[in-house]
Every structure is written in structure tokens, then in C-alpha cells.
């Protein structure tokens, strides 16, 4: 079992910066990769970025150049850092750890004023 917890969402005007920060416990050495995932209202659950165990990165193609996903092993905490906010960030991002399943932090709400 793998608990995650989220936290760093907020309300940030357009063109500002948020960190959110996910805390995993439990079974951490059994995690192959991390992720940040974004779900908006009546939208499907969509990825942000992911990382897996040896550093590597993906993103999806509206947050690149944006975000920037990084981990901390030695505090089991992965990171989303969020610049250059847009309107359409506005989501609640769930945090996600992968071993032989899926696990899912609460969620934190990010939104953004125009």
C-alpha cells in the first residue's frame, strides 16, 4: 500500500507560479514512477507529467516548457512546479504513484483568475 499526500494548490492570478508538493508513504520502494494528473470540470482525467524511478520525464504537450516534474528521493516527495499559469490550468490535480497498481492522493484544487 502506497498513501499519497498532496498539497500547494491555490488561486493564482494568470502568469503566476504554484509548487505543488505530493508526500508518499508506505510501500515506497515499490513505486516505478510518479505522476501528476488534472482533472477539470466535465473533463476526463488527463496527465500533467510523470517520473519514473531513474528520472525520466514526460509532460503533456499544453504544459510543456510551463512545468517542470521533480523528485525528491531521500523525503519520497514528488513536485510539480507550475509557471506561467493560464486560465485553463484551473483543475484539481491528483497526484498518482504506480507499483503493481495505482494508487491516488486527494486531490488539491488549483485555479486560475484571467
Known amino acids: 500500500q502506497v498513501q499519497l499526500v498532496e498539497s500547494g494548490g491555490g488561486l493564482v492570478q494568470a502568469g503566476g507560479s504554484l509548487r505543488l508538493s505530493c508526500a508518499a508513504s508506505?510501500?515506497?520502494?515499490?513505486?516505478?514512477?510518479m505522476g501528476w494528473y488534472r482533472q477539470a470540470p466535465g473533463m476526463q482525467r488527463e496527465l500533467v507529467a510523470s517520473i519514473t524511478s531513474s528520472g525520466s520525464t514526460n509532460y503533456a504537450d499544453s504544459v510543456k516548457g510551463r512545468f517542470t516534474i521533480s523528485r525528491d528521493n531521500a523525503n519520497n516527495t514528488v513536485y510539480l512546479q507550475m509557471n506561467s499559469l493560464k486560465p485553463e490550468d484551473t483543475a484539481v490535480y491528483y497526484c498518482?504513484?504506480?507499483?503493481?497498481?495505482?494508487?491516488w492522493g486527494q486531490g488539491t484544487q488549483v485555479t486560475v483568475s484571467s
Open positions: 498518482k504513484a504506480t507499483t503493481s497498481l495505482n494508487y
Open positions: 508506505g510501500s515506497i520502494f515499490r513505486i516505478n514512477a
